[in-house]
Each structure stands twice: as C-alpha cells, then as structure tokens.
C-alpha cells in the first residue's frame, strides 16, 4: 500500500504571496492532518480534516486554511505570506475510525523570503 | 490544557547499549493513545510505538519498549541493543480518544539521540 504523498516537496516563496500544498493519504484513509514543524514552536498542529469537513483547528491565524476532496486528498492553503511561515509542514493520515494512529508524508518544506 | 515535556534535548548511547527517553503529559482526561516517533535526518516521521491509556501492559516492539505510569502521567521509551540506524529526533506524543479531537496529537519538543559505534 502506497504511503502519504505530499507535493512539492520543496517551495520557495516571497512575502505576501500565497502557497498551496497537497497531501493524499494512505489508500482507504479519511482523515487527514496537519502540522507546521519549525526549530522554535516545534510541531504544531493545523487542523484536521474528515469526510471533507474540518473537526479541528489549531490555533492559526485565518490565513492558514485547508479543504478535503470527496476522494480524501487535502490542501491547505496559506496567503500573504510572511517570514515566520518559513517551515517544514507535514500531513498525516489516519485509517477507520477507532484507529488513532496517523501515518506521515515526507513534508514540504517551505521557505518564505 | 493538554501539554507533553520531554526534559532531554539531546542523549548520547554507544552502539548496542540501552537508553531510555523520558516524556511526562498533562491532561485532565482519562481516555487517550501515547505515542512515540522518530524522525531521522531524512525528516520522515515514524511510529515507533503506541499505548492505549485504558491498557496497563507496557508495549512493546521488538527493541522498543515503554514504561507507562499513568498516575505520574509518565511515558518513557527505552531502545535495548541500540543501532546506528536508530540515531534520530525523537518524539512523545498524545492524542484524546474524543471524536473530534483524534486527529490531534500533541507532541512534546523531541529528544535528538545520537547512537555512537
């Protein structure tokens, strides 16, 4: 069974721009998380998507979003971009509810200049 | 609020020694999954191993063990017969058995191990 992809894998990025990052997860998976790793606040959680509807948010500014497709595939979305969203942001993906264990993509590391 | 410490920055082992890393939680619920991950330089995130809070049997895989105490709020990782390959960032990690709050973990800031030959 293939794993969690995430594309690209690597952005470069100026301030006030704005960026998409995708993630599909493990076949038969429906639920999908986020996170934004950096070396000062460590992992962080974004949010969590499920059958399409958001069931948690971490505590993000509005600027960071995210939307789950009818085939489990997610992207988040992050505008106006700033220094400080430089970082390595990691999907997960969890199996059948019940299954608590997530399951993570190599990271798109994002620089912002 | 729901909080992981992993009081070990860094940690040092010789190749086929033992070491244990240690993780303490907070939370005020009682129903939750104890994780522990690796991310080697490569960045990938690994499960090394899981507890399910309601269960008092340490687990166990392979070289990997825990010594969960629940009322100390306590969950340290011990890696028997240390090898090369387990050199690693390691994180402590809980999720609440809540429907939406499964798709949370909270991770502690992580323990860099370098396993020496």
């Not at chain 1, 958001?54 to 497709?69: A, D, L």
């Not at chain 1, 509810?97 to 997530?102: A, H, P």
């Not at chain 2, 040092?12 to 939680?25: F, G």
Request: proline share 4%; with cysteine.
């Amino acid at each position: 069974k293939a794993g969690v992809t995430q594309t690209p894998r690597y952005l470069i990025k100026t301030r006030g721009q704005q960026v998409t990052l995708s993630c599909s997860p493990i076949s038969g998976h429906r639920s999908v998380s986020w996170y934004q790793q950096t070396p000062g606040q460590g992992l962080q959680f974004l949010f969590e998507y499920f059958s399409e509807t958001q069931r948690n948010k971490g505590n993000f500014p509005g600027r960071f979003s995210g939307r789950q497709f009818s085939n489990s595939r997610s992207e988040m979305n992050v505008s106006t971009l700033e220094l400080g969203d430089s970082a390595l942001y990691l999907c997960a993906s969890s199996g059948p509810s019940g299954s608590y264990e997530q399951f993570f993509g190599p990271g798109t590391r994002l620089t912002v200049l | 609020a729901q909080t992981v410490t992993q009081s070990q920055p860094e940690m040092s082992v010789q190749e086929a020694e033992t070491v244990t890393l240690s993780c303490t939680y907070d939370t005020s619920e009682s129903n939750y999954y104890l994780f522990w991950y690796k991310q080697p330089p490569s960045r990938q995130m690994i499960l090394v191993i899981r507890q399910e809070a309601y269960k008092q049997q340490n687990a166990t895989e392979n070289r990997f063990s825990v010594n969960f105490q629940k009322a100390a709020k306590s969950f340290s990782l011990k890696i028997s017969d240390s090898q090369l390959g387990d050199t690693a960032m390691y994180f402590c990690a809980f999720t609440l058995l809540i429907y939406n709050q499964g798709g949370k973990l909270i991770f502690g800031q992580g323990t860099e191990l370098s396993v020496k030959p």
